[in-house]
């Protein structure tokens, strides 16, 4: 198991155990985070004190152009009763996403740390979100790194019927718009699945973003 240093490096993600790890310990710095995601690698753990570095093998993405909207979610979309905007309320978005109870789950991988880090990546305008508003209450929305042509989506959250989905569709298609190649999702989920992405390998992904 590699052990990060003070120095600003990771190793390459080729070297990950079969689970996916490729280092652990350092710290939370932004120029750590950052350089991580543009490494294809993303910070996940469960508390501060431990960090763990993952690169998985293979890697979930989704393809903007490959988005796939159920006719129900298109007849949902007709009547849309939500607002959708970009960047608004990133913070308030982020501690949603930590916040939101998950199947399975007892806790969140949004640790008090990264909350501080992608706060501070958000005004250095590395990091974005989009929200669902739903009059006045954010109630659905998602955020991530974006790293040149590769948006890594973080988490996403809703709190009413499809909001998750609409940011998923919105940000989609933003990026399709200005030419971007896909959109990180990290690990499999039905969720994802059903929306169209796809696993493909880690050497693959890291095509992608080189």
């Known amino acids: 198991m590699y052990h990060l240093s003070e120095t600003l490096r990771f190793p390459p993600p080729h070297l990950a155990t079969e689970e996916g790890i490729v280092a652990v310990g350092g710290d ?14 993303f910070p996940w753990f469960e508390k501060d004190d431990f960090l763990i570095w993952w690169s998985p093998d ?26 959708i905007t970009f960047d608004k309320s990133f913070n308030e978005v982020v501690k949603a996403c930590a916040r939101v109870k998950r199947f399975g789950q007892t806790g969140t991988w949004i ?8 706060k501070t990546l958000h005004e250095q305008g590395h990091a974005h979100s989009v929200e669902v508003w739903d009059g ?7 955020y991530g790194i974006d790293v040149g042509q590769v948006f890594c989506g973080e988490s996403m959250f809703s709190k009413s019927s499809n909001s998750s989905k ?5 940000l989609a298609r933003e990026l399709k718009k200005n030419n971007y190649n896909l959109i990180d999702c990290q690990v499999p989920t039905a969720h994802l699945a059903s929306m169209g992405a796809k696993p493909i390998s880690r050497k693959a992904f890291l095509n992608y973003l080189e």
């Open 136 to 142: 006045p209450e954010l109630v659905g929305g998602l």
């Open 111 to 118: 640790t008090p740390g990264l909350v501080e880090v992608y």
């Open 166 to 170: 609409l940011a998923l569709i919105y």
């Open 28 to 41: 939370l710095r932004p120029e750590r985070v950052l350089l991580a995601y543009q490494k294809g690698i």
């Open 58 to 83: 293979p890697r979930m993405v989704l393809f903007p152009d490959q988005l796939r909207i159920s006719k129900s979610m298109r007849t949902f979309m007709r009547k849309n009763p939500y607002e």
